[in-house]
């Protein structure tokens, strides 16, 4: 691959929407429309661009309601005079126009007799909306439809002339449609449709519809969703992918390419030049997420051209060959088809001619060809010209007829495949530089079964292309092609690399995502962290266990971003394809694989092929095995298979239970009953869920081969028996569920009471270090103090204040608070034990009205001066510090800390919370330090993770990926070793400040892991920023990772030994690689 800097390839998103800006002011509709949206009795209402600026709006209104009369009211700002030309619907079926009723139609009607179409003029509004004085020329003409109640109808159908039949005005080349709603369960059908979704479901109704047809509206709709309109809460993106979805549908043959009307090869090629040209101008003029579905447009519509050339040819061939036009002959059916309606089942059936004849006539390659296009006899008769003959072999032509229809294969893909690799590098006639030599590579060595240089060459002329690409529709195509190059390439490559080999496919494979994702950023840095490691890796050679366990990191973070990737478009698609599926009527297997086949058919499907063998690869190099052990137990238990663990961490399982969680963040509660949790998710070992399943002596491992894990799952509701091995593993059998039901797990009270005293108050509302005592402050502040001279000097610790016991309690008691303390004590009276969480949050809310009495706040401003703790700069700022100081108290009332303490039989109403004041040290990394190993429990080796920026992302779940994990003998803390690398891919950053942390009389208690239950809130807003690991020198300087490894493994030795226990100790260290240590507490 060629040396760049990667980092360039992330695309800016800046609003690049340059067609002139949406202004409703420059529509003399716009106050129109808008009101129709807001009126409660209009049921339906559209907006149709007419062409110049023209619009015109039907609104169809119920006042009282489906039952009752109808009136559907047109107003339109066209400059001639126009009239309707219209017919009328019954029933669900398309139908032909029917004649509307007489009593419907309107005074001066033209309604020849035996007529199914009639002519109505609009006249010139003279209504009150219709005044626009902000557009003095402009008039506005309009017309009344009347409905009464029980007419039985379902639909207006209609188009629009002027005056004097100059001019017709069509929907996207067909007939309008409008709804007349005339149930609920009709409205309801439609009611999860955006409004664009409505208007594509119901153009779709149309008794005419071909590919012209659709692509005319394609094309209008792209306009009209650029200048604003028809543009939800999803914004242009989500409009943009609802095109898209349109689009698929009908490239997937889900939707008619002809319905009772013929379209010639011209007239068809034309709407396919218009549509594409519009996709690439809607190219130029969006970017990011939007520009991606734009971009994926063109994949479903071919390139058009000249189409009429499909038409001439085959005449040309026939007459050439001598093949005479006789009626009852495939060759005549086939020809008769392309005349009256090519569509892109031309390619397939040209494929399969061309089979049977290299084939000497064989009909079988002729059948087996048209079924990997999909093609089916039936389909074949179903055409408006059927084919239903077989096809003729002429021996003494057949050479002549394969040179003739390879080249007519070309003719035909140019017109309906414009991602064809051939065509489209012929199309694009700009290509030029670097970009041309990996093209004539691709060009030359496209079928080869050297997989890599072909992925590098196309990949690499992608990259060479992406500056050309903005509103250029060839260099679209051709963009296209090549991915589909590199991911076909990656398809048939990914079986034969395998484990570590597969390494090289990475970096081409992750550049390709890049180029055709638009939110690029995180695959970017994955890119760039994948290059910058070792060679043994990138040349798939086999890595050292040093080597591997970096690779297996980032593998991690790529999985990750793979993830991501694939739920936002599953995200964004699965809606919009099961709604527009179901309206069209799409077969239900259709509609739910939609959201898959286009994840399945994109580059980050490709890159996933690679990924499950090598790190198979990688962690057998690294020595990792396929199970990583946080809390080691035996377990027994019945199987229950659930997507996340936050899903059913308050239920109470009455039998042993084993709980495979596909997400496990690292904040939540193991359920009660629980034995085991087992996950492919990756909490870090130190983080509040690892910590209570340690406390709870249940099994909690991950799991990094997902056949293994699968394995396990086909014994769901079945009684499985885990055991951990020596070597650090899980094996597992099929079990007794007796035996499990009689082991340890199966008690069904607490295995413990944990007594809790309820401090009060000291009598002050602030206490500095030197008053911290038993019953007046919590854990963390009496640990923190009890440090001072007991440390090195080269372990800071900081300054700090707290609001002890009872300060909350007291507060209510003022007379401000009056109300506020009635309202808290009626929401807690009514809290129930279970689905608590509406309630509680409507604590925290009261909590947060309470007014901080005048006395707490001088005291703790003086107590903050005589700590050395900055006090906030401004009357503002101090009003956000007390809001902090609020919040603490109240997640006193939150379900987690709820269902945590009534495990161990404590009723949360006995917790006070004391808040720790502390000044923020800017943080370049956190550390998290368990002084025993937790994960085999040695007392003789310390446990630590460290990650860029607070420790936050550590403990709380609330950064995905693996921390800098180390452990380190305490006979020998200059030698630190890595456990794994990092993979998170963002940091928690917060500026100077001060932080406000919880600090109960329910957290650090001897037997309970309650830490984690309750928040602390930082006076500034805490930021994520993008981790960039190649360019960190904890991961490029050795030395300087020793170093700060070995640094953190000491200051938790030496705690230890100053408290005289095992501790749990969270920490900082800064640019500078002072470390402070913020807060321990007793290891669990």
């Known amino acids: 691959m060629r040396q760049r800097d990667v980092m360039s390839l992330i695309k800016q998103s800046a609003p690049l929407l340059s067609m002139e800006a949406y202004e409703e002011d420059d529509r003399p509709l716009a106050a129109a429309i808008e009101a129709a949206g807001r009126e409660e009795s209009c049921v339906w209402h559209r907006a149709y661009g007419l062409g110049s600026k023209a619009e015109l709006l039907v609104a169809v209104r119920q006042p009282e309601g489906p039952d009752g009369p109808t009136t559907v009211q047109l107003t339109s700002d066209l400059a001639t005079s126009a009239v309707l030309h219209w017919g009328v619907r019954r029933g669900t079926s398309r139908g032909e126009w029917l004649r509307p009723p007489d009593e419907v139609m309107p005074k001066g009607t033209d309604a020849p007799d035996g007529a199914e179409a009639v002519d109505t003029a609009f006249q010139t509004c003279t209504d009150t909306d219709c005044e626009l004085p902000d557009f003095e020329n402009v008039e506005l003409q309009r017309l009344t439809l009347n409905f009464p109640a029980g007419a039985g109808l379902s639909g207006l159908i209609f188009v629009l002339r002027s005056e004097d039949n100059s001019a017709w005005w069509k929907d996207g080349g067909g007939n309008f449609t409008i709804p007349i709603p005339s149930s609920k369960e009709e409205e309801a059908a439609t009611g999860e449709l955006s409004e664009l979704s409505r208007v594509i479901a119901d153009f779709e109704k149309s008794d005419q519809m071909t590919l012209m047809h659709r692509f005319n509206k394609a094309c209008d709709l792209l306009d009209q969703v650029q200048q604003g309109q028809m543009v939800g809460e999803g914004g242009l993106a989500e409009a943009m992918a609802t095109i898209f979805v349109w689009l698929r549908y009908s490239s997937s043959r889900q939707l008619t390419w002809q319905r009772n009307y013929n379209t010639q090869p011209r007239i068809l090629g034309e709407a396919q030049n218009r549509l594409t040209h519009a996709i690439a101008k809607a190219h130029a003029n969006t970017d990011g997420v939007a520009q991606e579905w734009v971009r994926l447009m063109l994949s479903c519509v071919g390139r058009g051209g000249n189409a009429q050339q499909i038409r001439d040819e085959i005449l040309n061939i026939m007459h050439r060959n001598h093949i005479p036009e006789k009626n009852g002959t495939w060759m005549e059916q086939w020809h008769q088809k392309l005349h009256n309606n090519t569509t892109p089942d031309d390619i397939g059936i040209c494929e399969a001619y061309l089979a049977f004849l290299r084939g000497n006539g064989d009909n079988g390659a002729y059948w087996k060809v048209l079924d990997s296009h999909g093609i089916t006899r039936d389909r074949m008769e179903s055409f408006d010209r059927k084919i239903t003959e077989e096809p003729q072999y002429f021996g003494d032509k057949k050479d002549a007829l394969i040179h003739d229809f390879q080249n007519y294969l070309g003719i035909i893909k140019a017109v309906h495949e414009g991602a064809d690799l051939q065509a489209s590098a012929s199309a694009a006639k700009d290509v030029s530089g670097a970009a041309k030599g990996y093209l004539g590579y691709v060009l030359s060595h496209a079928q080869d079964s050297q997989i890599l240089p072909l992925i590098e060459n196309a990949v690499e002329c992608r990259t060479e292309l992406a500056p050309c690409l903005s509103g250029n529709r060839e260099m679209l195509?051709?963009?296209?092609?090549?991915?589909?190059?590199?991911?076909?390439?990656?398809?048939?490559?990914?079986?034969?690399?395998?484990?570590?080999?597969?390494g090289p496919l990475v970096g081409p494979l992750l550049q390709n995502l890049a180029l055709s994702t638009g939110d690029n950023e995180e695959?970017?840095?994955?890119?760039?962290?994948?290059?910058?490691?070792?060679?043994?890796?990138?040349?798939?050679?086999?890595?050292?266990?040093e080597d591997a366990l970096k690779a297996a990191a980032v593998v991690d973070r790529i999985r990750r971003a793979l993830s991501h990737v694939s739920d936002n478009l599953s995200s964004v698609v699965e809606p919009i394809s099961t709604g527009l599926g179901k309206a069209f009527g799409v077969a239900g297997w259709a509609v739910e694989l939609f959201a898959e086949e286009v994840i399945r058919g994109g580059p980050a499907f490709a890159l996933s092929l690679v990924l499950g063998p090598l790190e198979k690869g990688l962690r057998a190099a690294a020595e990792l095995g396929a199970w990583q052990l946080i809390s080691p137990r035996d377990a027994v238990g019945r199987v229950l298979v659930v997507d996340g663990l936050h899903e059913i961490q308050d239920e109470v399982y009455e039998e042993p239970t084993v709980i495979l969680a596909q997400r496990v963040t690292g904040?939540?509660?193991?359920?009660?009953?629980?034995?085991?949790?087992?996950?492919?998710?990756?909490?870090?070992?130190?983080?509040?869920?690892?910590?209570?399943?340690?406390?709870?002596?249940?099994?909690?491992?991950?799991?990094?081969?997902?056949?293994?894990?699968?394995?396990?799952?086909?014994?769901?509701?079945?009684?499985l028996s885990f055991k951990v091995t020596a070597a650090g593993g899980v094996e597992w059998e099929e079990g007794d569920s007796a035996a499990a039901s009689s082991g340890d797990h199966s008690e069904k009270a607490p295995k413990r009471k944990i007594e809790v005293e309820v401090p009060k108050w000291c009598g002050k509302w602030v206490v500095g270090m030197d008053a911290y005592a038993e019953g007046v402050v919590g854990a963390k502040s009496k640990n923190i103090a009890g440090l001072r001279g007991k440390l090195p000097d080269s372990i800071a610790l900081p300054a700090s204040v707290t609001v002890p016991f009872g300060s909350f309690e007291e507060a209510l008691k003022d007379k401000a608070n009056k109300d506020v303390a009635k309202r808290l004590e009626e929401a807690v009276k009514a809290i129930p034990s279970t689905a608590a969480e509406p309630k509680l949050a409507e604590c925290r809310e009261i909590v947060m009205e309470v007014t901080v009495p005048e006395k707490l706040q001088t005291q703790l401003k003086a107590e903050m001066e005589m700590a050395g703790i900055p006090l906030p700069s401004s009357d503002q700022r101090w009003e956000q510090a007390l809001t902090a100081l609020k919040g603490v108290w109240a997640s006193m009332y939150n379900e987690r800390a709820m269902l945590s303490m009534r495990k161990v039989g404590i009723d949360f109403r006995d917790i006070r919370m004391a808040v720790l004041v502390q000044r923020i040290v800017p943080a370049a990394y956190a550390f998290v330090i368990h002084t025993v190993n937790p994960t085999n429990g040695d007392e003789g080796e310390i446990y630590a993770d460290l990650v860029a920026g607070l420790g936050e992302s550590i403990v709380s779940g609330m950064v995905p990926g693996t921390s800098l994990s180390f452990t380190a003998r305490k006979d020998a803390l200059d030698d630190p070793k890595v456990v794994t690398y990092p993979s998170k891919s963002e940091g928690m950053f917060v500026p100077e400040s001060l932080i406000f942390r919880s600090d109960s009389n329910g957290e650090d208690l001897a037997g309970y892991a309650g830490a984690g239950l309750y928040d602390s809130i930082t006076l500034e807003t805490s930021t994520l920023k993008k981790v960039q690991y190649n360019t960190d020198r904890i991961m490029t300087d050795e030395a300087f990772q020793r170093q700060v490894l070995s640094t953190v493994v000491k200051a938790g030795a030496a705690i230890e030994k100053a408290l005289g226990s095992a501790q749990d100790i969270e920490g900082v260290i800064d640019s500078e690689g002072n470390l402070t240590v913020v807060q321990t507490r007793p290891q669990m």
């Open 477 to 502: 195509y051709l963009d296209l092609a090549l991915e589909n190059v590199a991911r076909g390439a990656a398809e048939r490559g990914a079986g034969k690399a395998t484990g570590a080999a597969a």
């Open 523 to 545: 695959v970017v840095y994955c890119l760039a962290e994948w290059l910058a490691l070792p060679q043994s890796v990138l040349a798939g050679t086999r890595p050292s266990k």
């Open 667 to 719: 904040e939540e509660e193991v359920p009660e009953g629980a034995v085991a949790v087992l996950t492919p998710d990756a909490p870090d070992v130190l983080s509040h869920v690892s910590v209570r399943a340690r406390n709870m002596k249940v099994l909690f491992a991950i799991c990094h081969d997902p056949d293994e894990l699968a394995k396990v799952a086909e014994y769901k509701d079945k009684t």
